[in-house]
């Protein structure tokens, strides 16, 4: 097991940790630990490992070595040295290293029984292979499984909230005057208090005319609103995405591999043709939902609420296959934004190309595409 000091690094993620990235059960347990749902449906069920900081971490070269078969991208379990103080930095190690389960196993310690050893174990391999935390996802993937830890887990970062504050409440200042028979001076501010209280209390008081107009209620209105609210999550996602997905598809083209025969150059070149096609689709699957999510949501704000009732009412269905699809694209454009910074030319040697080119193609058959876009040029 590997210490870090983690000082600034921990203590940032609660203000700049997003919810893709960070699962934050640090968190979880300070703001439910002492709740009834929390100790009865707990996401594992070692207590220590229920208070760590489960991250999407990008391997660093010197880690490579740490793994049987090369890897990107690894979830990595930091274990606070103080849950409540972030600051004080922690111990890490990441899921699927060698000796992976001798490693969890000392760390946390304190099982009760191999039953109980296993059941975390598997958690930890299913959040693993997830290619990302986001919430929706997370839970739509885990009730397949048949696993339903309590609802806590499943928040955004606050630091997502803040960013998309501006942007939910401008997304249902439609709604002020349907739901809530407003408008004038007070419909901006209006809006962004409705906003605030849907992504963050979802029971508040405040939203009943909201309640009223789709006609939930009780388990319904909850479920309905956290679909609403995964609904809100893409959308502002692939708003904030789109331009450095546009960014991102010239420069993985231009790829400079070094040190190859020119029959490695040639797969290699289709590799990456293969490789921006499928996440071309994936990002036009993306959208087609979202879509639908539009249709549905301007019926409501026309006067129709059945409509968007019943899209929520099925919207969970839908998790699954957009969030791997979100997932799966923001992963291959963060390695290698972390891989190449800045401006440079994208220059691997083949061993690496091949074996990073190779990972990004199993993490991308995981997904269902639609037809594939026209053939992409590259530089090879």
């Known amino acids: 097991m590997r210490t ?72 990595k379990i930091i274990l606070p040295y103080a849950a409540s103080d972030l600051g004080l930095g922690g111990t890490s ?62 928040d955004l970062a606050e630091a997502d909230v803040g960013r998309m504050r501006l942007f939910v409440g401008k997304e249902i200042a439609q709604l002020i005057s349907l739901a809530f028979a407003t408008g004038g001076f007070d419909a901006g501010d209006l809006s962004q208090r409705m906003a605030e209280k849907l992504m963050t209390d979802e029971t508040a008081k405040t939203l009943d005319p909201l309640r009223e107009t789709l006609r939930l209620s009780g388990p319904e209105y909850i479920e309905g609103v956290f679909a609403w609210k995964g609904f809100l999550y893409y959308k502002w ?66 006067g129709q609420p059945s409509a968007f009732r019943n899209f929520l009412l099925k919207a969970p269905s839908m998790f699954i296959p957009i969030g791997e699809a979100v997932g799966v694209i923001r992963h291959i454009d963060s390695f290698w934004r972390f891989r190449f910074p800045g401006p440079v030319t994208p220059l691997m040697e083949a061993d690496e190309a091949m074996e990073v080119l190779n990972e990004f193609e199993m993490t991308l058959a995981g997904v269902e595409f639609a037809a594939l876009e026209a053939p992409v040029k590259l530089a090879i």
Do not use: W
Not at 7 to 23: E, F, K, N, Y
Not at 256 to 275: F, G, L, N, P, W
């Open 237 to 302: 996602l692939m708003g904030e995405f789109k331009p450095q997905l546009a960014e991102f598809k010239p420069r993985f083209a231009g790829l400079r591999v070094t040190q190859c025969t020119s029959q490695e150059r040639q797969d290699m070149a289709e590799s990456r043709r293969k490789i921006l096609r499928q996440m071309t689709a994936a990002a036009n699957q993306v959208d087609a939902t979202l879509l639908e999510y539009g249709t549905a949501f301007a019926a409501l704000t026309a």
């Open 93 to 154: 190690f990441l899921v699927g290293e060698r000796n992976f389960e001798r490693i969890l196993k000392d760390a946390v310690g304190g099982y009760k029984s191999d039953a109980d050893f296993h059941s975390d174990l598997e958690m930890l391999r299913v959040l693993n292979q997830l290619p990302s935390f986001d919430p929706f996802l997370l839970r739509e993937r885990l009730r397949t499984l048949g696993m339903e830890p309590a609802r806590c887990y499943f």
């Open 4 to 75: 870090t000091d983690g000082r600034r690094d921990l203590s940032l993620l609660r203000l700049s940790g997003s919810t893709a990235r960070v699962l934050n059960l640090a968190l979880a347990f300070e703001r439910f630990g002492h709740t009834e749902e929390f100790h009865a449906k707990p996401l594992f069920k070692n207590k220590r490992l229920n208070q760590t900081l489960i991250l999407k971490h990008v391997v660093r070269p010197h880690e490579r070595d740490l793994f049987q078969r090369p890897v990107s991208c690894a979830t």
